[in-house]
């Protein structure tokens, strides 16, 4: 991207280039926001996720497992980083550890166990938008980070039925009343299991 502009909710993975095989921001500073760049390659070697100059803002991204080694250089430039989960670290509230993807490339939506779940910081845009499922942005507390917004609630028969069920103590009673609140695509979690919702309902349960 030559001039200002912003790249949002946005998967990018598997693409290359000489320089930032994901983003590259030259020339006026650029935003990223919410975006999942993963597996890019920057064929000189200079920022194989992204590379971003010019006091371009880098907010809310997962940039992580670019070939390089040990991932030294999943990013370069003069960007200003918050929230985003890469290594190594920058900026302010950066998530240092696996980020837990589903299953990628080919899935990367964050697993329950995620440490990017609510760790987003919180935007104006958020309170309409959607993520690059059409999920709405911050399901709870905050944002996730990255592309992908998890909606997720539990169940148990000893839940206090508090929506949004975001624990096991304000967990629904009823599996119905966690299918009304994260819909298609949501996870839900039971007492003793694991189900998972699409466009047609499935449930798996697991035993202990």
């Known amino acids: 991207m030559e001039g200002p502009g912003t790249v949002r909710n946005c998967l990018i993975r598997n693409c290359s280039g000489n320089v930032g095989g994901g983003i590259y921001f030259y020339n006026a500073p650029g935003t990223a926001d919410n975006c999942t760049v993963v597996y890019n390659d920057a064929r000189t070697g200079s920022g194989e996720g992204i590379y971003a100059a010019n006091a371009s803002l880098i907010r809310n991204c997962i940039v992580r497992f670019n070939p390089s080694p040990g991932e030294s250089w999943n990013f370069s430039g003069s960007a200003v980083w918050t929230n985003c989960a890469t290594w190594p670290s920058i900026g302010a509230g950066c998530v240092t550890s696996d980020p837990l993807l589903v299953s990628a490339p080919?899935?990367?939506?964050?697993?329950?166990?995620?440490?990017?779940?609510?760790?987003?910081?919180?935007?104006?845009?958020?309170?309409?938008?959607?993520?690059?499922?059409?999920i709405p942005r911050i399901q709870h507390t905050s944002a996730d980070i990255g592309a992908y917004e998890t909606d997720y609630a539990y169940v148990s028969l000893s839940g206090t039925n508090?929506?949004?069920?975001?624990?096991?103590?304000?967990?629904?009673?009823?599996?119905?009343?966690?299918?009304?609140?994260?819909?298609?695509?949501?996870?839900?979690l039971l007492t003793n299991g694991l189900f998972d919702f699409s466009h047609t309902t499935e449930v798996r349960v697991t035993r202990p």
């Open 162 to 188: 508090l929506p949004p069920y975001d624990s096991w103590s304000n967990a629904a009673v009823r599996v119905q009343d966690a299918v009304n609140i994260v819909g298609d695509y949501g996870v839900g």
């Open 106 to 134: 080919d899935d990367c939506r964050l697993s329950l166990d995620s440490p990017c779940r609510n760790a987003g910081t919180n935007q104006a845009w958020m309170a309409a938008g959607t993520d690059i499922a059409g």
